[in-house]
């Protein structure tokens, strides 16, 4: 624990215009921590080379073991307060959270010197109960599996490869290459993006991989077991275990079966067929209709209106109606990923599924089509579509294919697709003209589903406590995603980060982005965990959880709410951790009942004395209410900074503590709250549930779900379990922010009063 503490007062940004900083030195040096307060200075400027250099001076002087920096938020000058690895750093918040976001309340004036005061106590006291993170340091494998040897797999081979590091690429199939290799072209990958279509270049890429000598190949293999932690990683493959530090996964898709495209015609009218059929008619050498001949009109439909309507559904037993090869779920919900859409089993009753577009069934439609126009010159192509969609630079592409006399682009939903003798009938409405219309084609091409590998099949294979499979890959329609606002690439399970199809579905140009990004994580998870380190979203984050096993009760709570799976367990299912698989949320510590989970610089104890650092009045008729607002620090905690920078203001009532993630808040804060007799406790977190926004996935959920559980040992105290809410902030919400936390305060006031433990 930090024992000797340094404790200076900044003057700047309107600081020390509304405060005496200089009576708050003397607060804080003779106050109630006077015995770990050893120096106690103001300055006009702190963070100034001249502020600078005066604690670095007290520092050498006094032999501080600690700094607490009362100025500006954490998130501002964060580069300016280091001093070195020995010297623990507190930073409270008097610049956005005291001076500029204080609200005058007639009825207590003068409440910004107690904002102040118990801001400074709150800050010595968690860092009077802290410690120095002394990180494991573990011996790290730096090899890099790719899993897939398609387009995305090489790319990210031989990106991982130049950097240095040894690769081993391992493909299920006995040729490199993968879906990529079976196409005719591609749509433009590069400038001027209006040519029609370009090579693709897949057998030069497959001569790299195999010629560079960093590159491990193996073929006709799977992932039979991937166990340990990121950097400690042993792999088994075709029976032989390998030793792996992070790895890529590039597995791709499936397609989708087929009974899903009968509403288009598929399977019953011979001229009609997917988009992979007709990818490898090309690919063979031309365009012939199934009789072979040579189509003198093609049409392209990209509108999905026919597939949103119900179709048959019979429980399969082993395989599902969806994906080719996806076992059947408990509540027999099946979900495929087409070019263009994905399909969802909403239950098992009904076989309603949603579709909604991507810019890849655009592109592949203007792609095929300008198949038509090389290799059936004569012929017309035509595409339906519902949304054209072509971002960004792509926009030349579709520009082309307008100007292009022997290619027709109408918008139109799809009302019905008949045979009419050798010929095909595509029937549309609300068309840009506004008529219905009928086409007729010799030749009709529907979408190909793309179904991400994850969503049929383990894919890793994990030996992981929960499962072999990543979670909740529901909330992205199997596709092996985490967190797609933030943080692509990343998987739930750290040390994997996935790129290509099998995240989303995407065209080569945005694959080889996606590869090499995914490269460059895996590299910074060898390196992270090289020198003990949390590799994302709390880069370089030294802690991890501590257990005190001989208190714990083995109810596997942690084990079962870690959002990552980084804990695993024995027979007694008393917790295993694994330190490198850590993103160090704290959700464990959240959910431990006995609070036997607490990390060296966040803990259980450092935040519930925080807590009890406010000073809180004995009656409302003394100096108004208190209520405490525990606030994520990714989303919630920022939105706070950003309102005060821009004059937003708030309740003078309220103290904030800023939390990794809401799922580190453990019951027992909220209790100590109650006990010290505060009104109200306001959990401000990120946004859960499908739209979910939790840095940590899981965080925000979860803790509303322990809510409840609060709520139920509130009411048996007496407590209004409406004292304690939760609320979802984005960080663009810093202008509703300062309403919320006003509308919950008057709330807390009017509606129940002061806490019935105030007093005690």
Known sequence: MAEKLGVYICGGCDIGANLDVDGLAEFCAGGKHSSVVAVAKSNPVLCSPEGKAMIEADIKENELDGVVCCACSPRAKWDVF??????????????????????????????????????????????????????????????VMVLGGGFTGMKAALNAAALGYSVMLVEKDENLGGKAATMYKSFPLGAPFSDREQEIGIDALIKDVQANDKIEVITGATLESLAGAPAQYKATVAGKEYEIGAVVMATGWVPGKSEFLAPLGYGSIKNVVTAAEFEAMAKNGGIKTPDGKTPSSVA????????????????????????????CKEEDESECADECETFVYEDKESAKHLAYSSELTSLVALKQANYVRELAPDATAYVIYDHMMVPGINEKYYKEAQDDPGIMLTKGTVTGVEEAGSAVIIKAKDTLLGDDVAISADLVVVPTAIVPTTAADPTMNFVYRQGPAFPDLELFDGFADSNYICFPYE??????????????PMGLGLAEEDAAGAALKAIQCIESANRGVSVHPRSGDLSFPEFNFTRCTQCKRCTEECPFG???????????????????????????PERVISFSNYGI??????????????????????????????????????????????????????????????????????????????????????????HF??????????????????????????????????????????AMVDEFVENITTNFGPNPFKGY
Not at 112 to 117: F, H, L, Q, R, T
Not at 300 to 321: A, H, M, N, Q, R
Not at 622 to 651: F, H, Q, T
């Open 491 to 504: 998987t739930r399970r750290t040390g994997v980060y996935a790129a290509g199809c099998v995240r989303q």
């Open 300 to 327: 392209f439909i990209v509108d999905t209106s026919l597939l949103t309507k119900d179709v048959s559904y019979e429980p399969c037993g082993d395989v599902c109606e969806a994906p080719e090869d996806m076992p």
């Open 82 to 143: 280091k001093f070195g690895e020995k010297v623990q750093v507190e930073r409270v918040s008097l610049r956005e959270q005291c001076v500029w976001s204080y609200q005058e309340d007639p009825a207590f004036p003068g409440q910004m010197e107690v904002i102040a005061k118990d801001y400074c106590n709150m800050g010595i006291s968690k860092l009077t109960n802290s410690r120095i993170p002394e990180p494991e340091l573990p011996e790290v494998y730096k090899t």
């Open 605 to 694: 104890n450092q935040i519930g004395q925080a807590i009890k650092e406010v000073k809180v009045p004995d009656t409302l008729d003394e100096g108004g209410p208190r209520i405490i607002v525990l606030a994520c620090e990714n989303d919630a905690y920022p939105a706070l900074d950003m309102a005060a920078m821009r004059g937003k203001s708030w309740s003078p009532y309220v103290r904030f503590l800023p939390v990794r993630c809401l799922g580190s808040v453990n019951a027992i804060w909220v209790a100590d709250a109650m006990s010290k007799g505060v009104d109200g406790v306001m959990l401000l977190g990120c946004k859960f549930g499908d739209d979910y926004q939790c």
């Open 566 to 592: 980084a804990l695993d367990d024995d027979e007694k299912g008393t917790p295993l951790p694994n330190p490198t698989r850590c993103r160090r949320c704290g959700t464990c510590m959240g959910a431990c």
């Open 697 to 738: 996935v899981k965080g925000s959920e979860l803790c509303n779900r322990r809510k409840e559980n609060i709520a139920e040992s509130l009411s048996r105290l007496g407590v209004e379990p409406e004292r304690v809410e939760q609320y979802e902030v984005s960080i663009d919400m810093y202008d509703q922010v300062p």
